[in-house]
């Protein structure tokens, strides 16, 4: 990759959710450490916020900034990952940084993924920590999701969003299709040179998360169904399940009935008729949730709108 094709050395994304208070001091720490290690960096700030109480904080640190920042304000809240890949086609370096704006981890934890590259050679480098940041659920999910591909190491397996990507790889994802990208998951797609580096992490200094109960569950059933067949998958195995218990308690009370005479129950007739229903019922369900993200993808979605870009 030939530096002298792009204006920065590195690029950072910062996706931002009412974090109002905060993106000053991002601001003021991003350039300690690239001062430290004597290169120079864009910041790019994505307002994804439902209120943009922020985005007059993000107009007044670019307008009292030098000119490697960016500010951009999207037109509703798309969800990090959607954010952040907006944040993407703003990049003007070889390698790009992804970290959240809860300053969770410290941006001087950079350090750690740039000599992990460099030792390494590898497309991508992700932190990660000892602390869970959303529970021990959402993690675990998040790993197998990521971890779903073929030939993939558990160990390599992308669990934070602070990432070093190769700008290649960050072209690869402004081409996604969909509508919801889960960039860890796209990224499984084109390499497996995936290298993880311990960070330190701290508690978040945000009193509002993006995650609440209603955007996890939208998260996951998005990964579900857009980048696993496994729901589909699931219930195939079940169905054959209980065909074959079905049936063996069909021939169960066939040859009851045959040696012993014993009556007919209409109490079990009816209980596997319900359950049978609901199992078909749950199933075509299932197949409703494909569909309709089969529709919103074959009605063009956006990714993401922008609505005022500043730098």
């Known amino acids: 990759m030939n530096r002298e094709n792009f204006k920065y050395d590195y690029a950072v994304v910062v996706p931002v959710y009412e974090a109002e208070d905060l993106v000053f001091e991002i601001a003021e720490e991003m350039e300690k450490l690239f001062h430290t290690l004597n290169k120079s960096y864009q910041l790019i700030f994505v307002d994804d916020s439902k209120k943009f109480t922020t985005w007059p904080f993000l107009k007044k640190l670019v307008n009292d900034s030098k000119e490697n920042i960016t500010a951009v304000r999207l037109s509703r809240n798309y969800g990090q990952h959607n954010a952040t890949v907006c944040g993407f086609s703003f990049v003007d370096a070889p390698w790009v940084v992804t970290i959240d704006d809860d300053l969770e981890i410290p941006p001087n934890e950079i350090k750690k993924l740039i000599q ?83 960070v330190k992490n701290q508690p978040t200094k945000k009193s509002i998360s993006g995650y609440s109960g209603n955007a996890v569950f939208g998260f996951f059933s998005n990964v579900l169904f857009f980048f696993s067949s496994f729901p589909i998958r699931a219930m195939t195995y079940i169905a054959f399940l209980i065909s074959i218990l079905t049936f063996l308690f069909g021939m169960q009370k066939l040859l009851a009935k045959i040696l012993f005479d014993s009556p007919t129950g209409y109490a079990s007739i009816i209980v596997t008729i319900l359950f049978s229903t609901s199992l078909i019922l749950f199933a075509l369900g299932l197949i409703g949730e494909y569909l309709r993200r089969i529709f919103a993808v074959l009605n063009n979605q956006p990714v993401y709108q922008i609505k005022e870009v500043i730098k």
């Open 116 to 198: 992990c590259q460099l030792e390494t050679n590898a497309d991508v480098v992700s932190g990660v920590y000892d602390r869970v940041k959303r529970g021990k659920l959402f993690n675990y999910f998040n790993k197998q999701f990521v971890n779903s591909g073929k030939n993939i190491k558990k160990e390599k397996s992308t669990l934070s969003s602070f990432r070093l990507i190769k700008k290649e790889l960050v072209d690869e994802l402004l081409k996604f299709p969909h509508h919801f990208v889960y960039i860890d998951r796209v990224l499984m797609w084109y390499t497996q040179s995936i290298e993880e580096v311990e």
